[in-house]
């Protein structure tokens, strides 16, 4: 492979890459908003007397 | 049984392994298998990845306008979620898409950009999704907002036929590949109709995929949000 084409195909598989990546650490973060969410309204519910 | 809990079970064991093992096979296709392209070189082994994402981002759009228009005539809550996830995975390949292309035009046509008319309607179509994901940016879903969104998004997949024709229409600098014959800047080889072919299948079950992902979170945030209403109106 030539030098300056090898460096162009190296930077558009880098970027596709990367925005894949930080699209899913945005989905990982949603999650984790949702768990902490879910947390906080298990914590409200009242408890339930074990039987 | 819901259409939901059938898809259940295939999208969260298989459709992973299966998305990531499509992603092996279209990355050795494109790097070990196509010979290069005579004029371009190395170069043009973008094409695969940067074709495919814009498929990939038209699937989501079609997927959200037809969500979209379900949930203006239905009013069904399912139906914006499927909308909102197609919008939110659909830009992400827009957006490598736009990323990709002018990546390889440096090397090809000697500069980042050019207002080709390919070009400018893709532009047009991201600007049109990015201002649906602003109107859907609320923790809270306004049900007029969604309305309003809805309505943009069934508007804004018109501009994805613009694109296709837009080529052959007004005789823009952005190559026909796949329509053209291989004597006229088409595929020279028939390996590399195979490994678009790979790479295709790779990019719908990832697009699956993530499209699953993102309906999953959407669909638990609303039913975490009905439970708190609920007891906020037990509470008072």
Same mark, same amino acid.
């Given at each position: 492979?030539?030098?300056?084409? #090898?460096? #162009?195909? #190296?930077?558009?598989?880098? /970027?596709?890459?990367? *925005?894949?990546? *930080? #699209? ?13 969410? *879910? ?10 007397? /074990?039987? | ?39 371009? &070189? ?23 306008? &037809? ?5 203006? $005539? ?5 139906? !914006? ?17 736009? +990323?990709? &292309? ?9 500069? $980042? $950009?050019? $207002? ?19 109107? %859907?940016?609320?923790? %809270?879903?306004?049900?007029? =907002? ?12 018109? !501009? =994805? ?29 028939? %390996? ?5 072919? +790979?790479?295709?299948? @790779? ?18 945030? !609303? @039913?975490?949000?009905? +439970? ?9």
């Amino acid at each position: 492979m030539s030098a300056p084409g #090898f460096w #162009f195909l #190296f930077a558009g598989y880098g /970027v596709v890459w990367s *925005l894949l990546a *930080l #699209f899913l650490m945005h989905l990982g973060r949603r999650h984790r908003i949702l768990e902490r969410e *879910l947390r906080e309204l298990e914590a409200r519910l009242p408890r339930q007397p /074990v039987p | 049984m819901s259409v939901h809990r059938r898809l259940a079970p295939f999208a969260d064991r298989v459709l992973p392994w299966a998305a990531s093992g499509a992603m092996f096979a279209a990355l050795w296709s494109v790097f070990l298998y196509v010979p290069n392209e005579r004029t371009m &070189g190395p170069v043009q082994r973008i094409f695969y990845f940067h074709v495919n994402c814009w498929w990939a981002a038209y699937l989501g759009f079609f997927v959200a306008a &037809g969500a979209s228009g379900l949930y203006l $005539w239905r009013g069904r809550s399912e139906h !914006d979620w499927l909308a909102r996830a197609a919008v939110e995975v659909g830009m992400l390949f827009c957006t490598i898409g736009l +990323v990709t &292309g002018p990546i390889w035009a440096r090397p090809i046509w000697g500069t $980042w $950009w050019t $207002w080709d008319p390919r070009l400018t309607m893709a532009v047009i179509l991201w600007t049109i999704f990015s201002v649906y994901l602003v109107l %859907r940016s609320s923790v %809270r879903d306004d049900p007029e =907002i969604t309305r309003y969104a809805a309505v943009l998004a069934v508007v804004g997949v018109l !501009d =994805i036929p613009l694109i296709m024709i837009s080529v052959r229409l007004w005789r823009g600098i952005h190559p026909s590949v796949i329509s053209a014959p291989a004597s006229k800047g088409g595929l020279e080889d028939p %390996r590399m109709v195979v490994a678009l072919l +790979v790479t295709m299948v @790779a990019f719908a079950l990832l697009f699956a995929w993530l499209l699953w992902l993102r309906y999953e979170g959407l669909r638990l945030r !609303d @039913a975490l949000h009905r +439970v708190e209403d609920q007891m906020g109106e037990v509470a008072r």
